[in-house]
């Protein structure tokens, strides 16, 4: 799950995890940040560098979540391929690790895509995979591409030995039928742009793109006629009825001409945003890519409203 910073991939990605996690299914939600956004919505304590269980979707499913520490990963890496132990350890002491995920970032980014690949293949003594879904918060929209064609970014670094063989692994996982790339947006120019960006770039990578979710979607509150009448409308027909419903009338002063400004300056407002969001929803439906949107909730961000999420995406079958 990608997106423009602001957009809320991190809830939509949580929504997303909690969506798949149906009916008996156990699905993993990975961070690579280090923001440790995950564990705000979930309204539970920072995420170790471990698996652990967050949430229960309906149905008995399990969501858990694993927030991935890259100087980690590469102690686990260097343990998995050259033994080190406690060498690794002391490399870590010592600000080697630091500096070596500093230095080649894409090293970093093949540690971060591998160690949730790794829980993507992983499965059990009765050979089932661990989990049926894995969702990863990624970096935003504008890295994206980059971070996950790791192949390309290690290049340049090993063209054989284990760090090569990881990566060829990494995208073996990535470019699988079973990968998606989702992106979130919202109905604004820049992110409707970013979006159609990041997926010329994705497939030009030859990534897999999925589908876009339109976050934060504002209620339509006026139709088609009453956005005609929007500019042309009476001003005081609009005052006489308001006072006919009590609105300003004569039992408060006859104040309703003083109402009748400020309500046809939010009509006009709403009507500008309205044929904004009417074009950018034209560019999304250009983009060849399934469409769905999620609704602004008013009150809020909670673990209720992640939750509300959830059923709207499992209601538009969103996987």
Same mark, same amino acid.
């Given at each position: ?53 967050i ?6 499913g ?16 260097l343990?998995m ?15 080697a690790i630091?500096?070596?995920t ?18 993507v ?38 063209k ?22 989702h ?17 010329a ?30 500019g ?30 400020p *309500? #046809? !300056?939010?009509?006009?407002?709403? $009507?500008?945003? %309205? @044929? &904004?969001?009417?074009?950018? =929803? ?13 609704? *602004? #909730? !008013?009150?809020?961000?909670?673990? $209720?409203?992640? %939750? @509300? &999420?959830?059923?709207?995406? =499992? ?5």
């Amino acid at each position: 799950m990608s997106g423009k910073g602001g957009t809320g991939k991190t809830t939509v990605a949580a929504a997303l995890a909690l969506a798949l996690a149906e009916e008996g299914k156990r699905t993993l939600l990975v961070e690579v940040e280090g923001r440790q956004g995950i564990a705000q919505l979930f309204e539970t304590q920072a995420l170790p560098y471990e698996e652990r269980k967050i949430a229960v979707a309906p149905g008995g499913g399990e969501v858990f979540a694993l927030a991935i520490d890259p100087e980690l990963a590469l102690l686990d890496y260097l343990q998995m391929f050259y033994k080190l132990g406690s060498a690794g350890r002391a490399l870590r002491k010592l600000g080697a690790i630091d500096f070596a995920t500093t230095i080649a970032p894409g090293v970093r980014d093949v540690l971060l895509t591998g160690k949730a690949c790794e829980a993507v293949r992983r499965k059990d003594r009765g050979g089932r995979f661990v989990y049926d879904y894995v969702v990863m918060d990624a970096p935003p929209t504008g890295r994206i591409t980059r971070f996950l064609n790791v192949n390309d970014e290690v290049a340049g670094l090993a063209k054989i030995g284990p760090i090569h063989n990881q990566a060829q692994a990494v995208m073996r996982v990535l470019k699988s039928p079973e990968t998606a790339v989702h992106l979130v947006t919202l109905l604004e120019e820049m992110p409707v742009q970013e979006t159609a960006d990041g997926i010329a770039e994705l497939r030009a990578a030859r990534l897999p793109v999925g589908r876009v979710i339109v976050n934060m979607v504002r209620p339509q509150v006026l139709d088609a006629a009453d956005l005609e009448l929007v500019g042309s409308v009476s001003r005081s027909a609009v005052a006489r009825s308001l006072s006919s419903t009590g609105l300003g009338g004569a039992r408060r002063g006859g104040h309703a001409e003083r109402l009748v400004e400020p *309500l #046809l !300056a939010q009509a006009e407002e709403y $009507a500008e945003r %309205y @044929a &904004l969001e009417t074009e950018q =929803r034209a560019v999304l439906a250009e983009l060849d890519v399934p469409l769905h949107e999620l609704p *602004l #909730l !008013a009150e809020g961000m909670d673990l $209720a409203g992640l %939750y @509300a &999420l959830a059923r709207k995406l =499992r209601g538009q079958g969103v996987s």
